[in-house]
């Protein structure tokens, strides 16, 4: 995009028009926006558990492995791009939460921050120990990732990312344990 | 190479408030090389070609680091920055922003993680023991490579399982049938000299051959069973519940006696001739006829 105004040869009442439109722009800018965010506050996740083993994914594990995932997914979003530790309060445990909180302070620290846009994950269930207490999931993650220094955005790109999982109940959820990338499964 | 952007532009036309980002593509001097492949803990570089400060950003798992650079020499990557396995991205900023991203892989298994199921367990039930593994190395990243790991089970001086397991997507795991006596089951599992150390309590199953006698007494009747022991000969545990059934002309009368000292022992009213049988678990034992006074 790009916007070319030569204001001291065009006529007054132009340049005011000029401006209205500018300020509809800033202002279509702005809402679009604030959509946007509530747009992206969401993921998208697909649960896979056919392959899963030795122990069978009972649909009652299956629908609180989706909607703990999911909201972990959003909390971490949120805590990296508000950078705060709060939302990580719940859904993540161990070494996931470890490195979360780090990262959060590292950025707090930086000025940087990452957004997590138009999430969309294809979650399947590689194993589920027999006595049910732990859960190793690989997640094919496509999202948009904005890093941005100051709020002056530093790079925007659509990724696919791998990630192996550990995921463990805990009182009245199951909480993410372990989060880890990797080139492929 | 992954992004190529450039704030310019910025026009005011009727004061402060009308500006305008808009974003150029430009053509960009600088380039950035990641290494191909880097281990958790191991340093690292990173080479630039251009000249001319920029700022660098390193951004990963547990890292948001943002420091200045000169151009064409390379950028040390620290130690400590690339403990944690997983995604990183590289970005050098110098006008515009070019970034690259590259992975950090665990390094070599330094603990195990093992779950052992149950804590307790009657002796003799088919695939009443597991245990699953997760390697992780000294930055707790899961050791996703195979590694072989060796599962041992025993039982005072008796091997009762000595297994290896390749682990797989970072997990190895088994299941066994418990043993057949009585007494602390030691789980190991073991990987390159590290091991982890699991006990299991096995207990005697349900009791086997129950076996009653009884008598009269001035109240009614007393019964009392054997020394209770499950079918491989272990004495069931004290407290286990056995209950008597006193059948006479009159109905039904029920008592619940715990084991005490692996003998349980119960008094119960009667009059007349009785049929006396006991019961723990699923298991019945013999009946015995009584007969009290009338």
Known sequence: MS???KSDTQPRIATIAIAKLIVTAVVVLLASSSNLYAADATAQVQLNVAKAGPRAVESLTERGILRDYRFAWMSMAQALEFNTVDPLEGPFAGEAKKWLRETVANQQRSGISQRYMNQNHQLEAVFYAPEGDVMELHDTAEYQLQVSDGGKLIHDEHVIVHYVILMTPAADQWVIRQLQAVPQF | MRCRFRMCGAM???????????????????????PASV????????STTGSGSATFYLVGPGVSRKSEVSLGQEIPLRAQDLRNAGSYMAIVCSGTCQSTGFYVSATKPASLAFLVHPSRVPVGQSDAVSGVAFPFDQFRNLVLAPQTINFQLTAGNSALLSREVRSQDGVAWFRTTSGKSAGLMQVNAALEGITAKRAVQ???SDPCNLRITGQR???????QTEPVHDCAGNPVPDGTIVTFTATEASGKNTVDAPIKKGI??????????VLVSAASGVVIGNDVRIEAQR
């Open chain 2, 39 to 46: 281990t958790a803990g191991d340093e690292s570089v990173i």
């Open chain 2, 264 to 273: 349980a022992r119960a008094q119960m009213a009667a009059s007349g001739a």
């Open chain 2, 202 to 204: 096995q207990v005697a």
């Open chain 2, 12 to 34: 005011s036309l009727i004061g402060a408030w009308a500006f305008a980002a808009c974003l150029v593509a430009v053509s960009s001097a600088q380039e950035i090389k990641v």
């Open chain 2, 217 to 223: 007494v001035a109240t009614g009747i007393v019964v």
């Open chain 1, 3 to 5: 916007c070319i105004v």
